[in-house]
C-alpha cells in the first residue's frame, strides 16, 4: 500500500469514528431529552394548578361535609376542566413519546409506572364528579381509551367506593375492606 492509500483509510476510519462518537453524543442527548419530556408530563398532573384542582376534588370526594359542603359547583366544574385537560396533555404526550423514533423503552415504563396510579385515580373521581354536575365527559373518555392502548393494565374503569352525599355526618367513600375482610 502507498502512502495515500494508507492515508485514505486512515482518513476514512477516522470520519467513522468521528461519525460514530458524534451519532452516540447526539443518541444520548436524545435519550435525556426524552427523559425530561416524560418527567415535565408527570409533573403537569402532580404540580402547580393542577395538584390545587385535585385537591378540590378530593376534598369535595373524600372530605366531611363540612368541607364539602364549602366547594361551589363553578370550583368543581373548573377543576374538573383543569385535571380532565391535564389528562388530555398527558395523553397526547404519552403517544408522542410511543411513536419517537429509536424510542427509550426503559424511559416510556419508568413514566407509566409512576403516571399510572394518578391516572386511575383521577379517572376515577373525574367520572363520579362528571355525573354529580351532569357533564359529558366524552373528550375525557377518549384520551383515557387513548392512554389505556398505551399503557399496559391501566385500569380507568376502577370501581368506585364513593357516593354523592350531602347530610352532616356524611363522607362521600365508604371504607374499602381489608383483603381477606370479606
Known amino acids: 500500500m502507498d502512502?495515500?492509500?494508507?492515508?485514505?483509510?486512515?482518513?476514512?476510519l477516522a470520519s467513522a469514528i468521528a461519525a460514530f462518537f458524534s451519532w452516540m453524543v447526539a443518541h444520548n442527548s436524545m435519550l435525556a431529552e426524552r427523559r425530561r419530556y416524560a418527567a415535565s408530563l408527570q409533573a403537569d398532573l402532580t404540580t402547580g394548578e393542577v395538584a390545587a384542582a385535585r385537591n378540590v376534588i378530593g376534598s369535595w370526594?373524600?372530605?366531611?361535609?363540612?368541607?364539602?359542603?364549602q366547594i361551589e359547583e363553578s370550583e368543581l366544574i373548573?377543576?374538573?376542566?383543569?385535571?380532565?385537560?391535564?389528562?388530555?396533555?398527558?395523553?397526547?404526550?404519552?403517544s408522542a413519546l410511543g411513536v419517537l423514533r429509536f424510542s427509550?423503552?426503559?424511559?416510556?415504563?419508568?413514566?407509566?409506572?409512576?403516571?399510572?396510579?394518578?391516572v386511575q385515580e383521577q379517572a376515577r373521581n373525574l367520572?363520579?364528579?362528571?355525573?354529580?354536575?351532569?357533564?359529558d365527559n366524552g373528550d375525557?373518555?377518549?384520551?383515557?381509551?387513548?392512554?389505556?392502548?398505551?399503557?399496559?393494565?391501566?385500569d380507568t374503569s376502577a370501581s368506585s367506593h364513593s357516593f354523592i352525599c350531602d347530610a352532616p355526618d356524611c363522607r362521600r367513600t365508604n371504607p374499602i375492606p381489608e383483603a381477606g375482610s370479606m
Open 3 to 12: 502512502l495515500m492509500t494508507s492515508a485514505a483509510a486512515a482518513a476514512a
Open 104 to 118: 427509550d423503552r426503559r424511559t416510556i415504563a419508568t413514566f407509566d409506572k409512576r403516571i399510572k396510579w394518578h
Open 127 to 135: 367520572k363520579i364528579l362528571a355525573q354529580h354536575i351532569k357533564m
Open 61 to 69: 370526594l373524600y372530605g366531611p361535609h363540612v368541607r364539602h359542603s
Open 78 to 94: 373548573q377543576s374538573y376542566y383543569t385535571v380532565a385537560w391535564a389528562i388530555e396533555r398527558l395523553a397526547a404526550g404519552r
Open 140 to 154: 375525557l373518555l377518549q384520551s383515557l381509551n387513548a392512554l389505556k392502548e398505551e399503557i399496559p393494565d391501566l
